[in-house]
């Protein structure tokens, strides 16, 4: 049976991530969702945003959780809901891999989330 | 050398508790008298409050309590499941409510339905297996049914097991609809799933001339051995939080600073912010904390007070810790007293020790609304459990889910740090 909640899901990391990045300094935010045969792929970018050094290794410790299906059934539906500080580790339990540049000021992360995570 | 990324050290820590409460059981109840006092735990109606070392003794509750949380275990090592926080806090949770409510019977319906859920679904019962530790919050339910509402026997615990397949089945889309209702403000959402689990079935049933209601049965006979017990376990905790990478001391406080500047909404886990050391550090510390508010207040370290407390220190791995407990704890003391409640009344003492399910609120506002969440909280939870008639364990829960639904938006609405424009804060 395919999970009917799949495409909210990917809405919702969306949200969280629009939460969580885009500001009165950041107003421009770039998303482009493309489903393959096994997965769902989400390219966010924020073209303009100042990071400094620590931001970015403790950005880059939010993501680093592994995709965690026993916590992601039952807490999806918080992610989008709030800006504090723990939804990206909620996004990063609902995705098998988010890999993470920042050059020139801009910011990307490639989120790919696999179809079945039994 | 202990090296917590491996699972056996892992597994050590989470088998130390339900361990230490079966080989200590052995020694607190004659041993002709300890299945006796298991079957009693077994055929009571288990609905709150209904203390099993006043019921069972001292020896068939621990041995119940340990058993419990090794049934849990089992299911994390059969599905190979992660022990991170939130299972921390489930299998603690289980170990604490397995002194008045959760036993070695009831609980397994609420299981069976979880794992027909899953199969419904087509996903492996790991998925929910979080869900299921927590859903066992109304093992109460398949015991009144079973033992408590007069039914002939056979006939009573096929209805209450039936009753508790079903609850297994609902709770899993119940517990992530909940969520919305409070926000991840309420710790325990299970609680508030299961109250409003309970208060429907009970409704059902109360419309069929079944009666089910609170009962007040508490003992402070093994009070001193039960403190000598606990705060042993949670300085060892500590030590083991501080000592068993004695190189990485200072890095285990600065880990623990980082987990007490979390708002510990749901989902905060500190098994990620902070790791292993810190993470025992914090465990130990907030039991230490909840022990002595206990004795503060001048109560017993009875069966529901002793889950109250159990069920603090595994939060400590999913949410709770100093900074956003005390102020909740204290809201919950001025409301005691100023009410018209006994400070030192198990009731208001268990309101202090749960009503930290709204530690979140502090976290993420401020010692100040965290007062004024454990004022309230105090006032709710008295009232709400007559909805459900004492058949939800987590009746804090379900009181907490209103509390935090009630003030965050308000919280939201008035206060300038809530209201700050995003961009002032760091990705």
């Known amino acids: 049976m395919q999970n009917y909640h799949e495409i909210k899901k990917i809405s919702r990391i969306i949200d969280e991530l629009l939460t969580h990045f885009l500001s009165d300094d950041n107003g421009r935010a770039e998303i482009v969702v493309e489903e393959t045969a096994d997965a769902h792929v989400v390219v966010f970018t924020v073209p303009s945003i100042e990071i400094e050094a620590e931001d970015y290794v403790n950005l880059v410790n939010d993501v680093s959780v592994a995709r965690n299906p026993e916590l992601e059934n039952y807490y999806w539906p918080l992610a989008g809901e709030s800006d504090s500080e723990s939804e990206l580790s909620l996004v990063a339990m609902m995705s098998d891999s988010i890999d993470v540049t920042y050059e020139d000021n801009r910011l990307e992360l490639r989120l790919t989330r696999k179809k079945t995570a039994k | 050398m202990i090296n917590w990324q491996q699972r056996k050290w892992q597994v050590a820590f989470l088998t130390a508790l339900p361990t230490l409460l079966i080989l200590t059981g052995l020694f607190l109840q004659p041993l002709d008298d300890l299945l006796p006092g298991m079957l009693r735990i077994l055929q009571s109606q288990s609905v709150l409050l209904s203390d099993y070392l006043a019921i069972g003794g001292a020896g068939a509750t621990l041995i119940n309590a340990g058993l ?38 009831n609980i397994w319906p609420i299981f069976i339905g979880v794992f027909l859920y899953s199969a419904v679904r087509h996903q492996s019962f790991r998925n929910y297996a979080l869900v299921a530790f927590f859903a066992t919050t109304l093992g109460p339910l398949v015991s009144f049914i079973s033992f408590g509402a007069g039914l002939e026997p056979r006939a ?60 007040s049965i508490l003992t402070g006979r093994y009070d001193l051995i039960m403190k000598v017990l606990f705060f042993t376990f949670f300085l060892v905790l500590i030590g083991g939080g501080l000592f068993v990478q004695p190189n990485r001391i200072r890095k285990t406080l600065a880990a623990h600073i980082r987990i007490m500047r979390t708002s510990g909404r749901l989902v905060t886990d500190f098994t990620l912010v902070g790791r292993y050391n810190a ?123 209103f509390v935090a639904a009630f003030l965050v938006p308000i919280i939201e609405a008035v206060s300038p740090v809530a209201g700050a424009p995003r961009s002032r804060r760091k990705v």
């Open chain 2, 68 to 105: 419990c949380g090794f049934i849990c275990i089992g299911f994390m090592m059969l599905y190979k499941i992660e022990i991170n926080g939130p299972f921390i806090a489930a299998v603690f949770t289980v170990i604490g409510f397995a002194f008045f409510g959760k036993n070695i019977w």
């Open chain 2, 156 to 215: 009573g615990i096929a209805l209450g097991m039936t009753l508790g397949v079903l609850v297994g089945f609902i709770a899993p889309p119940l517990a992530s609809a909940m969520l919305r209702f409070h926000d991840g403000y309420n710790i325990y959402n299970l609680g508030f799933t299961g109250g409003v689990i309970g208060s429907l079935f009970v409704a059902v049933l109360r419309s069929f001339g079944l009666i089910v209601e609170p009962v």
């Open chain 2, 279 to 401: 993470t025992l550090l914090n465990m130990g510390v907030m039991g230490i904390i909840a022990g002595l508010f206990v004795i503060a207040l001048g109560g017993e370290f009875n069966g529901p007070v002793i889950g109250g407390i159990l069920t603090i220190v595994g939060f400590a791995a999913f949410g709770k810790h100093p900074r956003n407990c005390i102020p909740v704890m204290l809201g919950v003391v001025i409301g005691g007293a100023l009410k018209m409640w006994d400070l030192g009344s198990t009731p208001v003492i268990l309101a202090g020790l749960f009503g930290t399910t709204l530690a979140p609120v502090a976290g993420k506002y401020g010692p100040f609304w965290g007062v004024v969440a454990g004022f309230l909280h105090t006032s709710v939870v008295m009232n709400v459990g007559v909805l459900h008639g004492g058949v939800n364990l987590y009746n804090n829960g379900f009181s907490g889910g």
